[in-house]
């Protein structure tokens, strides 16, 4: 057990709906990061909250939007989905800026859109 | 634009040998690079990391060498054995940006007893 923890760990879902990834990072870390890794592709970053406010994008379509709780939870929320969104969807997080250390990511959420 | 490329996507190595990891960037304010593991069903994990600073970093039987003028990094890990068996994502940092990382499209390393 990492200490971060995603839910659910499976989704099935239709095009065209909405879906909500959750993520709890693990205790003392402020910094949550979200990548996505598609089929035979690395890991492209999406974003990154950092105690509660949007810190980096990356390549994130505008049909996603995600946000960090005071509770320091935060959720990637994916809609008008597509085929081409299932993937892998990670969540990590850092007490910091996770440079020196990594950060620590979760076993992930499986999305497959049918 | 992949501005970290890991150009195998597979590596064989026969168990007790060493297994060597490529990696390439190429963004010149990367100055913090990282080895992460991954095994299926899991999410990846830290592995080794070396700041732009030094050209090596050694922990155990991983190393990481950097060399900044061919922009290149490789993790030798030496004696493989077959828990090495996973997929290795090299990772980069810019300092200009935060704590994200941008990620290789990783190798998958197979370590045969």
């Known amino acids: 057990d990492s200490g971060v923890t995603q839910t659910p760990k499976h989704l099935i879902t239709a095009t065209g709906q909405r879906v909500t990834l959750r993520c709890s990072p693990r205790?003392?870390?402020?910094?949550v990061y979200w990548y996505q890794q598609s089929l035979d592709q690395g890991l492209q970053f999406l974003i990154q909250?950092?105690?509660?406010?949007?810190?980096a994008k990356g390549n994130i379509l505008e049909r996603f939007s995600a946000q960090q709780f005071p509770d320091l939870h935060s959720e990637l929320n994916l809609s008008s989905l597509e085929l081409g969104d299932s993937a892998l969807y990670f969540c990590a997080s850092s007490s910091h800026l996770g440079r020196e250390g990594g950060y620590t990511f979760g076993s992930g959420t499986r999305l497959t859109v049918v | 634009d992949q501005q970290v490329k890991q150009n195998s996507p597979s590596l064989s190595v026969q168990e007790g040998r060493i297994s060597i990891l490529n990696c390439d960037y190429t963004?010149?304010?990367?100055?913090?690079f990282l080895w992460y593991k991954k095994y299926p069903a899991e999410g990846p994990t830290f592995l080794i990391s070396i700041s732009s600073i030094k050209d090596k970093n050694e922990d155990g039987r991983f190393t990481v060498f950097l060399n900044k003028s061919a922009k290149h990094l490789s993790l030798h890990i030496v004696p493989s054995q077959p828990g090495d068996s996973a997929v290795y994502f090299c990772?980069?940092?810019?300092?200009?940006?935060?704590?994200?990382?941008?990620f290789g499209q990783g190798t998958e390393l197979s370590v045969k007893p």
């Open positions: 963004n010149s304010m990367f100055d913090y």
């Open positions: 909250y950092y105690n509660g406010e949007e810190r």
């Open positions: 205790s003392g870390d402020l910094s």
């Open positions: 990772a980069a940092s810019a300092g200009n940006q935060g704590g994200k990382l941008i």
